[in-house]
């Protein structure tokens, strides 16, 4: 059946009658009106829907209206690329999140979309839950390069999710461990290296940021460039070392998912502008706040691999390297409050891992997940494509058309992607220097 069809006819006379949509036990559909979202382009694994419902008491005749999002398995997806894609596990993790861990954070200021209905059943997965776009909340266009405003509200709700989840974890290990055998890795779980197709193209794509140091380099001295960049002062060397380590991107984003103690603690897994939804605060002060959504991908492991992933895809240079420390130390602040207001402790008390020192050591070591993640998923955010699911579909290793494909990713964003991509690479070779962090 047609998904349209499906959430008109089936999906929502069902929450009705069930009585997840309204209070009113004796209410109908009046109206219901879905379209499909992502057609901006915007990347999404599963298939998503808006869906507005009108209902009215039978009884009573007083309407009511509910705005919500439907997230369902893409249809007609093959089976390899169902069980590939890990897409039974993704709805599993999301509806762990809602069903037994975003309730343990209600005491803090942590805005996620209300859940009302999941359906688990392999190969016919769904989700609903409220749009809170109804709620004033909205993605930030474009996503790649966020305002300095919108970095630091997304930071500080990270640096929450990470403090409480710290927290649960101090005070109620047998729980939290409990919650976190329950959550399974979505990517990076797999040896793929050398034989799958996006593994491929992460491992051509890791070189664009170091060649185009280089090219820099060759053309600041022959005086094409009037004024040297700041990407001259990484050396060959560093360049060599770091190319060495991101030999094989996807083995190292898996060794760098196994978390490590102490710091290990629940992440978002994809926290990216994509999901993540600003608003105005109530106050006078019209600063804005951020919730975050989308908890397919939640894991246990580094919380590096959430900020390293954020800063790097969904952060401009211009923004990042200005005003760096004010945003590290935002989400950094807010951890250790969110961690000691569950802990009951104060700062002083915590242990020396909690330091801003001992994170900012974490960050160096994990900023080259965020490169090795953006060199070949940044292309896509600056250019989107209108159906990412279908693009990757048609592509296979034996197509005729792979190095073609290569070739246009390594291009995708020009100039634009190519000075990002540098300029991480410099902040890597900064940090480094700073922390004394070295490539393991």
């Known amino acids: 059946m047609d998904p349209v069809e499906f959430i008109k006819c089936e999906l929502m006379p069902k929450l009705v009658s069930d009585g997840k949509l309204s209070f009113d036990s004796d209410v109908a559909i009046k109206s219901c009106e879905v379209s499909k979202l992502g057609e901006d382009g915007t990347y999404m694994r599963t298939q998503c829907y808006r869906a507005k419902v009108e209902l009215f008491g039978v009884k009573s005749g007083l309407s009511e209206k509910v705005c919500l999002v439907i997230k369902l398995t893409p249809q007609n997806l093959p089976l390899e690329f169902y069980h590939g894609g890990k ?44 749009d809170f776009t109804a709620d004033g909340w909205s993605v930030a266009k474009p996503v790649t390069n966020l305002s300095l405003e919108n970095i630091l509200a997304a930071v500080k709700l990270l640096g929450k999710f990470h403090g409480y989840s710290y927290g649960i974890k101090e005070t109620n290990p ?24 996006w593994d491929i193209m992460m491992i051509k794509s890791i070189r664009r940021g170091t060649n185009s140091i280089r090219e820099t380099k060759v053309a600041a001295r022959n005086d094409v460039m009037k004024a040297l960049g700041e990407e001259m002062e990484v050396p060959e060397d560093f360049l060599m070392a770091f190319e060495k380590y991101l030999e094989h991107p996807m083995k190292v984003q898996r060794v760098l998912n196994e978390p490590t103690e102490p710091l290990g603690v629940l992440c978002h ?80 008390e915590l242990p020396s891992h909690y330091s801003y020192g001992n994170f900012l050591k974490e960050y160096a070591k994990y900023l080259p997940f965020g490169y090795s993640i953006a060199a070949s998923f940044m292309p896509i955010l600056h250019c989107p494509v209108q159906d990412p699911i279908a693009e990757m579909m048609q592509y296979t290793t034996e197509s005729e058309n792979f190095n073609e494909m290569i070739e246009k990713a390594l291009t995708i964003g020009g100039e634009i992607v190519n000075r990002e991509l540098r300029s991480l690479i410099l902040d890597i070779y900064r940090l480094h220097k700073i922390t004394d962090v070295t490539f393991e």
């Open 87 to 130: 897409y039974g596990q993704l709805f599993e993790n999301e509806y762990i999140t809602y069903n037994t861990i975003l309730p343990l954070l209600k005491d803090l200021d942590i805005f996620y979309p209300r859940y009302f209905f999941s359906n688990r059943m392999a190969q016919e997965e769904v989700i609903v839950l409220n």
């Open 174 to 197: 047998e729980l939290f461990n409990e919650i976190r055998k329950q959550l399974k890795l979505t990517s990076f779980n797999e040896d793929t290296t050398g034989n799958d197709v």
């Open 269 to 348: 897994g994809d926290f990216l502008s994509n999901n993540i939804a600003f608003k105005k605060s109530a106050g006078d002060d019209d600063i804005p706040i951020a919730m975050m959504f989308d908890f397919q991908t939640l894991r246990y492991t580094s919380p590096m691999v959430d900020l390293a992933t954020f800063m790097a895809n969904s952060t401009g240079v211009d923004v990042r390297s200005s005003h760096f420390d004010d945003i590290f130390r935002s989400y950094h602040t807010e951890l250790v409050k969110a961690l000691c207001e569950k802990w009951n402790k104060n700062e002083d």
